[in-house]
C-alpha cells in the first residue's frame, strides 16, 4: 500500500473556511507585505434545501458538512490553479460560547530560555484543566492575555531569547459544548481535509480589527456586535483581556422568517428584506408601496409600505438585541466603540438604529487595510471580515510553526468515521 503523502504548510495558500448557517465559504490568499494580502479567489456553496449542516454556529450533520467543505476546497482549488487544498483555518463560534481565565505556572528551577515548546506545554495545561473540570465542553480556542517573567509583565508573547526561573501564562479561554469540536473535526475528515488551526471568531474579528484601525484599539477597549444569520453575538474587549461573550440565537434568518410569516415565501422574503428592509420606520427618508408577490397557498400579491416593513422589521431586532444591549450597557463606561459586522450588519439603518441605543460611537468594522488595493470591491463586505481575520491569524500560525506537515485523513481514518455514524446519532 502506497504511504500517504505529506505536504509542508508553508508551500500551499492561505486558506480559511467559514461554516455558516446559510453556506460554506472559503477563501485563498498569499501575503504580499506583513499584515498585507491579496485575495486568491473565494467560492460559496449555500446549502440546498434539505441539506443544512450548521445551526447556531454547530455541525449538525458531519457528512453534509464534509461534502460541503470538500466541494467549496475543490471549487477554489480549481479556481487558483491549484492541484488540491488539502488544509485549512476555520473559525470556530456557538450560541453555547462562553469564556473564562485560566492561569499556568512554571518554576524552572533556574534561568532558562521561554522556549516555544514550553508556551506550548503550558497552553495545553491550561486546555486540560478546564476540560477536566467540566467533561462535557471542549476549549474552542485560548487567546494570551499576558505573561509574566520573573514576576516582571511582558508587553507581548515570550520569546526564545528571554529567560527566566519563573513563567506565568494568562489565557482567556473560549469554550462550549463539546459537539461544537467533535462535529468540526468529523466534517474535515469526512471531507478528506484537515484543519491546520482552528480560531474562535471573535478573536478573527478583533484581530482584523485592530489591524486595520490600530492598537489604540485594544487598550481604550471596544465592543464587537457580529450580527449572523442565526446568531448574533456581542463580544467586549479590553487591555488585552475579554471582558463578556454573549450570543443569542437568533439574527437575519429569523427577521426573514417573520416576514415570511406575513404571506410571502421565504426566498422572497430574503430579497425583500435585502433590498427594501430597513431597521425602523424613523429611518424611512421617502416611504413608498411595494407589490410583493404573496405565497403560493395564498396566491396574487402582497401591497405593503416600506415603513410597515421597517416596524416588522424593528420589533424583531428588539427581541434579538435586546439581551445584547442590557449587557452593552453594563460596560459602556470601559469602552470607546462598538464595531459593527456580520452578514446581517448590511440591513439598511442598522448602525443608526444601534447607535440609538448606546451612547459609544458606533461604526462598521473594517478590514480593507489588510487586503492589496486593487482587491474586488466585493470582498470588502462585512460578510468577508471574520474569512480575512482567519487569514491574518493563519500566517501568524505559521510563522510560529514553520515547515509543519500537513496529512489530509486517510482512507482508514474516513471509513472508521462514517462506520461510527451509522451507529451514533448525529447531534
Same mark, same amino acid.
Given at each position: 500500500?502506497?504511504?500517504?503523502?505529506?505536504?509542508?504548510?508553508?508551500?500551499?495558500?492561505?486558506?480559511?473556511?467559514?461554516l455558516?448557517?446559510d453556506?460554506?465559504?472559503?477563501?485563498?490568499?498569499?501575503?504580499l507585505a506583513q499584515?498585507?494580502?491579496e485575495v486568491?479567489g473565494v467560492?460559496?456553496?449555500p446549502?440546498?434545501?434539505g441539506?443544512?449542516?450548521?445551526?447556531?454556529?454547530?455541525?449538525?450533520q458531519?457528512?453534509?458538512?464534509?461534502?460541503a467543505?470538500?466541494?467549496?476546497?475543490k471549487?477554489?482549488?480549481?479556481?487558483?490553479?491549484?492541484?488540491?487544498?488539502?488544509?485549512?483555518f476555520?473559525s470556530?463560534g456557538?450560541?453555547?460560547?462562553?469564556?473564562?481565565?485560566?492561569?499556568?505556572?512554571?518554576?524552572?528551577a533556574?534561568?532558562k530560555?521561554?522556549?516555544?515548546?514550553?508556551?506550548?506545554?503550558?497552553?495545553?495545561?491550561?486546555?486540560?484543566?478546564?476540560?477536566?473540570?467540566n467533561?462535557d465542553?471542549?476549549?474552542l480556542?485560548?487567546?494570551?492575555?499576558?505573561?509574566?517573567?520573573?514576576?516582571?509583565?511582558q508587553?507581548k508573547?515570550?520569546?526564545?531569547?528571554?529567560?527566566?526561573?519563573?513563567?506565568?501564562?494568562h489565557?482567556i479561554?473560549?469554550?462550549?459544548?463539546?459537539a461544537?469540536?467533535?462535529?468540526?473535526q468529523?466534517?474535515?475528515?469526512?471531507?478528506?481535509?484537515?484543519?491546520?488551526?482552528?480560531?474562535?471568531?471573535?478573536?478573527?474579528?478583533?484581530?482584523?480589527?485592530?489591524?486595520?484601525?490600530?492598537?489604540?484599539?485594544?487598550t481604550?477597549?471596544?465592543?464587537?456586535?457580529?450580527l /449572523? $444569520?442565526?446568531?448574533?453575538? !456581542?463580544?467586549?474587549?479590553?487591555?488585552g %483581556? =475579554? @471582558?463578556?461573550? +454573549?450570543?443569542?440565537?437568533?439574527?437575519?434568518?429569523?427577521?426573514s422568517?417573520?416576514?415570511?410569516q406575513?404571506g410571502?415565501?421565504?426566498?422572497?422574503?430574503?430579497?425583500?428584506?435585502?433590498?427594501?428592509?430597513?431597521?425602523?420606520?424613523d429611518l424611512?427618508?421617502k416611504?413608498a408601496?411595494?407589490?410583493?408577490?404573496?405565497?403560493?397557498e395564498?396566491?396574487?400579491?402582497?401591497i405593503?409600505?416600506?415603513?410597515?416593513m421597517?416596524?416588522?422589521?424593528?420589533?424583531?431586532?428588539?427581541?434579538?438585541?435586546?439581551?445584547?444591549?442590557?449587557e452593552?450597557?453594563?460596560v459602556?463606561?470601559?469602552?470607546?466603540?462598538v464595531?459593527?459586522?456580520?452578514?446581517?450588519?448590511?440591513?439598511?439603518g442598522?448602525?443608526?438604529?444601534?447607535q440609538?441605543?448606546?451612547?459609544?460611537?458606533?461604526?462598521? /468594522? $473594517?478590514?480593507?487595510?489588510l !487586503?492589496?488595493?486593487?482587491?474586488?470591491? %466585493? =470582498? @470588502?463586505?462585512? +460578510?468577508?471580515?471574520?474569512?480575512?481575520?482567519?487569514?491574518?491569524?493563519?500566517q501568524?500560525?505559521r510563522?510560529?510553526?514553520?515547515?509543519?506537515?500537513?496529512?489530509k485523513?486517510?482512507?482508514?481514518?474516513?471509513?472508521?468515521e462514517?462506520?461510527?455514524?451509522?451507529?451514533i446519532?448525529q447531534q
Amino acid at each position: 500500500m502506497a504511504r500517504r503523502q505529506t505536504q509542508v504548510a508553508d508551500s500551499l495558500p492561505l486558506v480559511a473556511i467559514d461554516l455558516g448557517s446559510d453556506s460554506v465559504r472559503a477563501m485563498a490568499a498569499r501575503r504580499l507585505a506583513q499584515d498585507l494580502f491579496e485575495v486568491l479567489g473565494v467560492e460559496e456553496r449555500p446549502h440546498k434545501l434539505g441539506t443544512a449542516c450548521v445551526e447556531q454556529g454547530i455541525v449538525t450533520q458531519s457528512s453534509n458538512a464534509g461534502y460541503a467543505i470538500a466541494e467549496v476546497l475543490k471549487l477554489l482549488a480549481n479556481r487558483i490553479g491549484e492541484v488540491e487544498l488539502p488544509t485549512a483555518f476555520v473559525s470556530v463560534g456557538g450560541q453555547s460560547m462562553q469564556i473564562v481565565a485560566v492561569h499556568s505556572r512554571r518554576d524552572q528551577a533556574r534561568k532558562k530560555e521561554v522556549s516555544h515548546a514550553l508556551l506550548d506545554e503550558m497552553e495545553q495545561e491550561c486546555k486540560e484543566k478546564i476540560e477536566r473540570r467540566n467533561p462535557d465542553v471542549a476549549v474552542l480556542g485560548l487567546v494570551p492575555s499576558y505573561f509574566t517573567l520573573d514576576g516582571v509583565e511582558q508587553d507581548k508573547l515570550p520569546t526564545p531569547d528571554q529567560r527566566a526561573t519563573m513563567v506565568d501564562a494568562h489565557y482567556i479561554a473560549f469554550y462550549g459544548r463539546k459537539a461544537i469540536d467533535t462535529q468540526l473535526q468529523k466534517s474535515f475528515s469526512q471531507a478528506g481535509r484537515s484543519i491546520e488551526h482552528a480560531f474562535v471568531r471573535p478573536e478573527c474579528l478583533l484581530s482584523a480589527f485592530a489591524t486595520c484601525d490600530g492598537t489604540d484599539i485594544l487598550t481604550d477597549g471596544c465592543a464587537v456586535l457580529d450580527l /449572523g $444569520a442565526q446568531t448574533s453575538s !456581542l463580544t467586549v474587549y479590553k487591555g488585552g %483581556q =475579554y @471582558l463578556l461573550n +454573549k450570543v443569542v440565537p437568533k439574527g437575519g434568518y429569523h427577521i426573514s422568517r417573520m416576514l415570511e410569516q406575513q404571506g410571502i415565501n421565504f426566498a422572497t422574503a430574503e430579497v425583500a428584506k435585502k433590498q427594501f428592509g430597513y431597521a425602523s420606520p424613523d429611518l424611512v427618508e421617502k416611504d413608498a408601496r411595494l407589490r410583493i408577490p404573496a405565497s403560493e397557498e395564498i396566491g396574487g400579491e402582497m401591497i405593503i409600505t416600506l415603513k410597515e416593513m421597517a416596524g416588522a422589521i424593528e420589533l424583531k431586532l428588539q427581541e434579538i438585541l435586546t439581551p445584547l444591549f442590557e449587557e452593552l450597557r453594563k460596560v459602556e463606561s470601559r469602552i470607546s466603540t462598538v464595531y459593527l459586522t456580520g452578514g446581517a450588519s448590511m440591513l439598511k439603518g442598522i448602525a443608526d438604529y444601534i447607535q440609538s441605543q448606546t451612547a459609544v460611537p458606533v461604526q462598521y /468594522g $473594517a478590514h480593507n487595510l489588510l !487586503l492589496h488595493r486593487n482587491t474586488e470591491s %466585493q =470582498y @470588502l463586505s462585512p +460578510k468577508y471580515t471574520s474569512l480575512v481575520g482567519t487569514i491574518l491569524l493563519g500566517q501568524d500560525y505559521r510563522d510560529s510553526h514553520k515547515n509543519q506537515l500537513v496529512r489530509k485523513p486517510g482512507f482508514f481514518d474516513r471509513v472508521k468515521e462514517s462506520t461510527l455514524d451509522m451507529f451514533i446519532d448525529q447531534q
